[in-house]
Nanobody
Framework: VQLVESGGGMVQSGGSLRLSCAAS????????MVWVRQGPGKGPELVSR????????YYVDAAKGRFSISKDVAKNTLYLQMNSLKPEDTGLYYC?????????WGQGTQVTVSS
């Protein structure tokens, strides 16, 4: 199992980014997937979750209305579209597979939002 994130970068407040998480070794249709972020000096925070079938999604309150989680099963890739970014969204963003706990994680992609 391998998860590889990409798409992070530096943007100004109000900007957008789309994060990608390329999965291999399993199918995204088999497991729920999550995006977790860790801001500077903060603990990990669950940002969003999508069910194995894609019908159910969850967002932390701070992300509702601004972020959108999705996946392309044919490409076996998970996405997080982030709009109206704020400085408090700054952090290292990880995708992880859900199997009971989060059993596999990517290496993370850095998102930095300047004011």
């Amino acid at each position: 199992v391998q998860l590889v994130e990409s798409g992070g970068g530096m943007v100004q407040s109000g900007g957008s980014l789309r994060l990608s998480c390329a999965a291999s070794g399993f199918s995204l249709s088999s497991n729920d997937m999550v995006w977790v972020r860790q801001g500077p000096g903060k603990g990990p925070e669950l940002v969003s979750r999508i069910s194995s079938g894609g019908a159910r999604t969850y967002y932390v309150d701070a992300a509702k209305g601004r972020f959108s989680i999705s996946k392309d099963v044919a490409k076996n890739t998970l996405y997080l579209q982030m709009n109206s970014l704020k400085p408090e969204d700054t952090g290292l963003y990880y995708c992880a597979r859900v199997f009971g706990l989060y059993d596999y994680w990517g290496q993370g992609t850095q998102v930095t939002v300047s004011s």
